[in-house]
């Protein structure tokens, strides 16, 4: 098995619906980015792995085409919200198989304004367990992923006796770190009271800003072998140390915590930690999947960050952000930053592998040698990937 490299990444900055480029066109220029900044040749590239969820088949091809057009095999890859992770998954996969030196994956999204709908309602919907869970349990209606994470937030609530202003502090925390990244979309300071004031989405407690807004943007990642890195002199490449992805079992039905991925991604983690011959007690950096402050609290234990029902005290003691035992989510997160689905991971990889360089300027994590990244997609699946400085 060869060892995984990430020689070049880049992105562009995230933006609201119905300000963006077309999605050939954020696409084709975080792809170029990643390649120049990897000083190689697109004709060294011998696979890509397209990653969006709004399009038709072979939207992937056509993002690809302005960049470079080789003849190469393209895959084009929808797995929810994980999708750009699963592109990840994919091109590391081959390089470490020996099937390939050196692979590109990307992703792109243009989204619509407001909550996410299904584009599907002709057909079955994958999600119908899912609503029959929350209706068996009494859960108010309202758009799926709103429902769902709401869901949650409230379960761990009632289980672990937090209040809602955990979620509001995360919300606090994560635009603190926003406001030092130029590729946010939101940078303006928040305080608790304003996020516990702000519009009520679901139930009574969950507000406007516990939640990520529906963005568009692009980003991408080449990984080469080992063997390749020093045949082209790419000296500030960063190894994936271990990834895994995991999906659901029968222990998602169990409540709502499982519902969003809690169960899925502490067996990833797990797994992560297993090959990588270390826990997390060795990560200085982690980039997470905070669709809603909710799940930011939920996975923090699925990452054993802290302990089952510890997130209160993390978050009260600064444990997520810097000073403390981590920091969690310094580009801000899908929550600032943005969430055009099929960019996301490939976002995510932007910002720890910049970390991992020290070139994260302002927000640039103290020492970083180790970084993790949880992206989730409901559905369901979940990628982590661990990565160290080379």
């Known amino acids: 098995m060869s060892k995984a490299i990430v020689a070049g990444v880049d992105m562009v900055k995230f ?42 088949s072979t939207c992937g091809q056509h993002a690809l085409y302005d960049a470079f057009q080789t003849g190469i095999p393209v895959v084009n890859v929808n797995n929810n919200c994980s999708s750009g992770s699963t ?27 407001g909550a996410l709908g299904s584009h599907w309602d002709d057909r079955e ?4 367990n899912f609503l029959k869970v929350l209706d068996e349990k009494g859960y108010p209606d309202g758009p799926l992923a709103l429902r769902c994470f709401g869901a949650a937030g409230h379960y761990y609530m009632e289980q672990y006796g937090a209040s809602a202003d955990l979620f509001a502090k995360v919300s606090v925390k994560t635009r603190s770190h926003a406001v030092h990244n130029p590729l946010s979309l939101f940078s303006n300071p928040l305080t608790v009271e304003e996020v516990m004031n702000d519009k009520m989405v679901y139930m009574d407690y969950l507000t406007r800003t516990m939640c990520c807004p529906p963005t568009c943007g692009a980003g991408a ?47 990833a983690a797990q797994s992560v930690y297993e090959q990588a011959g270390f826990g997390p007690e060795e990560v200085q950096v982690v980039e997470l999947h905070d669709c809603f402050t909710t799940n930011e609290v939920v996975t923090y234990e699925g990452l054993a960050l802290c302990p ?22 310094p580009s801000g997160g899908l929550m600032s930053k943005g969430h055009p689905i099929g960019a996301t991971g490939l976002a995510q990889c932007y910002e720890l592998v910049n970390q991992l360089r020290g070139n994260s300027g302002k927000r640039q994590v103290e020492g970083a040698r180790v970084a993790l990244q949880h992206n989730l997609g409901l559905g369901g699946a979940v990628v982590i990937t661990m990565y160290r400085k080379s």
């Open 125 to 128: 919907s994958p999600f119908e």
């Open 221 to 267: 990642a080449i990984i080469c072998s080992e063997a390749f890195a020093k045949k082209h002199g790419i000296s500030d490449g960063v190894e994936i140390v271990a990834q895994a992805m995991a999906t659901d079992t029968p222990e998602t039905w169990v409540n709502p915590m499982n519902l969003i991925g809690a169960d899925m991604t502490r067996r």
């Open 308 to 329: 089952e029902g510890g997130a209160t005290e993390f978050v009260d003691n600064g444990d997520n952000t810097y000073g403390g035992k981590f920091v969690v989510n």
């Open 87 to 113: 592109a990840i998954f994919l091109a590391r996969q081959a390089v470490e198989s020996g099937a390939v030196e050196c692979a590109l994956a990307f992703g792109f999204e243009e989204m619509q304004p």
């Open 15 to 56: 933006v609201k619906p119905g300000t963006q480029e077309p999605y050939r066109v954020m696409a084709s220029k975080a792809i170029q980015g990643a390649v120049k900044e990897a000083g190689i040749n697109p004709k060294e590239i011998q696979q890509a792995y397209g990653s969006y969820i709004y399009g038709d």
